[in-house]
């Protein structure tokens, strides 16, 4: 198991960026929960880079769309096919801004 890892990239202004890297299960999520705090009433959107994530599972897709639903989110890419895969499958796909290119990376 690749060990998860979460990394705020310094703050530019316009967005935050969180980058995840490694297997995500229920044991190891809690790391992008706590990322993706946002303060009330923040604006900005939060751009989580998942390009690096060898492994995701629901607990990982649930914080997601938790963090989706408090404010603006893009997911930045490309999308790894085992992602890419849970989010089809579960109909999740177009609840999010994907940018599979690197510049939609902030």
């Given at each position: 198991?690749?060990?998860?890892?979460?990394?705020?990239?310094?703050?530019?202004?316009?967005?935050?960026?969180?980058?995840?890297?490694?297997?995500?299960?229920?044991?190891?999520?809690?790391?992008?929960?706590?990322?993706c705090v946002r303060d009330t009433g923040d604006p900005?959107?939060?751009?989580?880079?998942?390009?690096?994530?060898?492994?995701?599972?629901?607990?990982?897709?649930?914080?997601?769309?938790?963090?989706?639903?408090?404010?603006?989110?893009?997911?930045?890419?490309?999308?790894?096919?085992?992602?890419?895969?849970?989010?089809?499958?579960?109909?999740?796909?177009?609840?999010?801004?994907?940018?599979?290119?690197?510049?939609?990376?902030?």
């Amino acid at each position: 198991m690749k060990k998860p890892k979460v990394r705020v990239r310094p703050d530019t202004g316009e967005a935050r960026e969180v980058v995840c890297s490694g297997e995500f299960d229920m044991d190891s999520v809690g790391q992008l929960a706590e990322a993706c705090v946002r303060d009330t009433g923040d604006p900005r959107v939060l751009v989580v880079d998942v390009s690096q994530v060898s492994f995701a599972d629901s607990s990982f897709l649930n914080v997601l769309i938790r963090v989706n639903n408090s404010g603006p989110l893009t997911l930045a890419g490309p999308l790894p096919s085992q992602l890419r895969r849970l989010l089809e499958m579960t109909g999740a796909l177009p609840l999010f801004d994907v940018r599979d290119d690197d510049a939609g990376a902030v």
